[in-house]
């Protein structure tokens, strides 16, 4: 029986004084996570927590982060991570979705936790903080005061395991709920797909909370025993300083984080020989910036991973020689252990240069959404995850997620794939960063508007964006409208919120 909290004690068991945990100048080997782990997990069942419970975290990417999410699963707590930038309604949604029973927090979110209150958290919710908070007990303090005797892990593979919230790009964000067999299928997954190998270093940089940095690099990084170098936040000078002094090998990034190291100029005087795989998912990255990271980066294996928060997150990638071969595409095969389909609007297989529904089956799929079985029937028929990603297969078997189904533009009568348009735009020198949605059009249906982030005194007109789209995709595809933004909406995973963007734009009359 393999669970996520028996991983650390067989590691550390393994290789006991190795390195497990690195934050901020602190250093944990694997005997002294695994006993600190245990200690904390001990306050929690003293407080009542019970296999089962679930136990909601908002806090930043941290050393204590890492043993509170290992202590609540020591404890049998199904974890719930909460986005750290979430106002006080969405934490109170969340808490209240999820029938949590403790809420932990860290001290400098605690304005966030008293706004939830105000909009009425349980009465009975524990709340516990990561540090010294007024009012508020201290975790860790009462940590310290427990013996580091060993809790036994209660829970078995089919015990749920966490409350994987979706980034609610479309609307209130639904608990994907994952048992330990599926986390731990996409841990051996990941293992096997990225080429992960026992005394790795990772360099977590991406946000904890979200499926992506702690189902493809925490966990299945603690199971084979990596070193977890962790920082708070993404800084790109720090990050290039961390590669070097910790001889980092592994990392994950969302593609914007990929494209601000690329602008560093230190980045090709760095010694970054011992950095083996770079990993990048969580949103499209622009054909240009693949070439421009592999022509800066040409020792490290770029992996691209499309996948989503109810698969694992799992999907589809492609592997070092795939992203150089077609660097604008998304994935050549479905990931280690999953099954893919591109499907027409009838469920059909499409044949190559079809365009159709990304479908994904396997082992490390949800369960389903947590106490939503109308939503769960809906995205998973026969088997079958529904992404809601619209895929082109082409000839060579490559597949291009080309947009969602909800951000498809029709304009003339035509679909317009904004992914497709964005990678275009992102071709010229000047554009930072872009996001292509459609606006309401009296006569065409839909206008193309590209809303777009500059590069430092950079400039350019909608007719240039236009020439320079204009030799990648079809007229028919090119932006009508340029707005130019200081920055575009992003959740914390990377992924725009075009909805926000498409709230800016009234309708043209």
Request: charged letters at 20%.
């Amino acid at each position: 029986m393999v669970t996520i909290g028996s991983t650390l004690r067989s590691t550390a068991a393994r290789v006991p004084d190795r390195d497990a945990l690195v934050f901020e100048g602190t250093r944990r080997t694997y005997r002294e996570l695994d006993e600190e782990v245990d200690r904390v997990a001990r306050v929690l069942i003293e407080r009542g927590v019970r296999p089962g419970d679930r136990l909601a975290l908002l806090a930043p990417n941290s050393d204590r982060f890492v043993v509170t999410f290992y202590a609540a699963h020591r404890a049998g707590a199904i974890f719930v991570p909460v986005n750290p930038a979430s106002a006080g309604p969405e934490v109170e949604y969340i808490v209240r979705d999820s029938g949590a029973s403790v809420l932990v927090f860290d001290p400098a979110l605690v304005g966030s936790v008293t706004a939830a209150g105000q909009c009425g958290l349980p009465a009975e919710l524990d709340l516990l903080s990561l540090g010294t908070c007024p009012g508020h007990e201290d975790l860790f303090a009462l940590a310290a005061e427990q013996p580091a005797d060993p809790v036994e892990d209660s829970a078995d593979s089919s015990d749920d395991a966490q409350i994987l919230y979706t980034s609610g790009t479309t609307g209130n964000p639904k608990g994907a709920t994952f048992d330990h067999h599926r986390v731990m299928w996409e841990a051996v997954s990941m293992i096997s797909t990225c080429g992960m190998q026992d005394g790795d270093r990772f360099l977590h940089v991406a946000p904890l909370y979200h499926s992506a940095e702690l189902c493809i690099m925490l966990i299945p990084g603690t199971l084979i025993g990596v070193t977890h170098v962790v920082h708070r936040s993404f800084d790109p000078a720090l990050v290039l300083d961390t590669l070097e002094s910790e001889q980092i090998t592994m990392l994950f990034g969302a593609p914007t984080m990929y494209q601000f190291l690329a602008d560093q100029p230190s980045l090709v005087v760095r010694d970054l020989s011992h950095w083996r795989t770079a990993m990048f998912g969580a949103a499209p990255m622009p054909a240009a910036a693949v070439e421009r990271l592999i022509a800066a980066l040409p020792h490290v294996n770029l992996i691209q991973l499309c996948g989503q928060t109810e698969a694992g997150p799992n999907g589809i990638f492609s592997n070092r020689d795939q992203v150089r071969a077609r660097p604008d595409a998304s994935g050549r095969q479905a990931i280690v252990g999953m099954e893919c389909r591109v499907v027409d609007d009838s469920g059909e297989d499409v044949g190559p240069g079809g365009v159709g529904e990304l479908l994904l089956r396997g082992e490390s799929l949800m369960k389903g959404y947590w106490n939503r079985p109308d939503a769960t029937a809906e995205t998973i028929v026969d088997g079958w995850l529904h992404t809601g990603d619209i895929c082109r297969v082409d000839p060579d078997g490559y597949m291009t997620v080309v947009d969602r189904l909800k951000d498809l533009i029709i304009t003339g009568g035509r679909n317009v794939y904004s992914v497709e348009v964005e990678g275009a735009v992102a071709a010229h020198p000047s554009v930072a960063d872009v996001a292509v949605v459609g606006r309401p059009h009296p006569e065409y249906g839909e206008s193309i508007v590209a809303a777009v982030v500059l590069r430092d005194n950079a400039t350019v007109t909608l007719d240039e964006l236009r020439d320079t789209a204009g030799e990648r995709i079809a007229r028919y595809k090119l932006p009508h409208e340029l707005v130019v933004v200081d920055q575009l909406p992003r959740n914390a995973s990377g992924k725009l919120l075009k909805r926000e963007i498409r709230r800016t734009l009234t309708p043209l009359s």
